[in-house]
């Protein structure tokens, strides 16, 4: 079906898709990341005393999810105490998330390439708007299948004559 309606449809979602979950919310959803670590490492430093869960805009109150208090006391027992985040962590995750997201850019680029390469014709078999005179086109098939296309021109042209430079013409050395 390559070249169909079909496949470019389904192209096109595939792009649409790609870009709104990886390229626009992936991108939203790890720099919200990189801000909590900011606010972390910074919170660390100012108050090093303060669990994380306690400040985060995104963490839910734990015993607002449970009626019975020890259920709650067991889901905050993992909890951090301080908001200290080894360096190595953080770094390594702003490292491996910028190489993801410029692999997801380069990806990108090779889905609309190779659904270009669908439905754009090769180089020298587009169609010309103006076809020379003297130029014939012709389109077969082999015997084990393969088309071919045979292109025969004739083209005559005019040179201009050449002219004797005299030598007071020509230009001294450098």
């Not at 169909?4 to 390229?23: C, E, H, I, K, W």
């Not at 919200?32 to 670590?37: K, P, Y």
């Not at 449970?66 to 702003?94: E, H, R």
Request: charged fraction near 15%.
């Amino acid at each position: 079906m390559t070249g169909s309606t079909l496949q470019l449809v389904n192209g096109a979602f595939l792009l649409v898709s790609f870009a709104g979950a990886r390229l626009v919310y992936g991108t939203y959803m790890s720099v919200s990341f990189v801000f909590d670590i900011y606010r972390a490492v910074r919170l660390s430093a100012n108050m090093p005393n303060t669990p994380p869960l306690a400040i985060s805009p995104f963490a839910l109150n734990a015993t607002t999810l449970y009626d019975n208090p020890l259920q709650a006391l067991q889901v905050v027992q993992f909890a951090p105490k301080t908001p200290y985040i080894p360096a190595w962590m953080w770094g390594s995750y702003l490292a491996s998330n910028l190489v993801l997201h410029a692999l997801n850019w380069y990806w990108y680029g090779k889905m609309i390439s190779a659904i270009r390469k669908r439905f754009d014709p090769p180089l020298g078999t587009r169609k010309a708007e103006d076809v020379k005179e003297g130029t014939t086109v012709s389109q077969s098939v082999d015997a084990s299948g393969r088309k071919l296309l045979g292109v025969e021109s004739v083209e005559l042209r005019k040179r201009a004559p050449l002219q004797r430079l005299e030598s007071s013409e020509m230009p001294p050395p450098n």
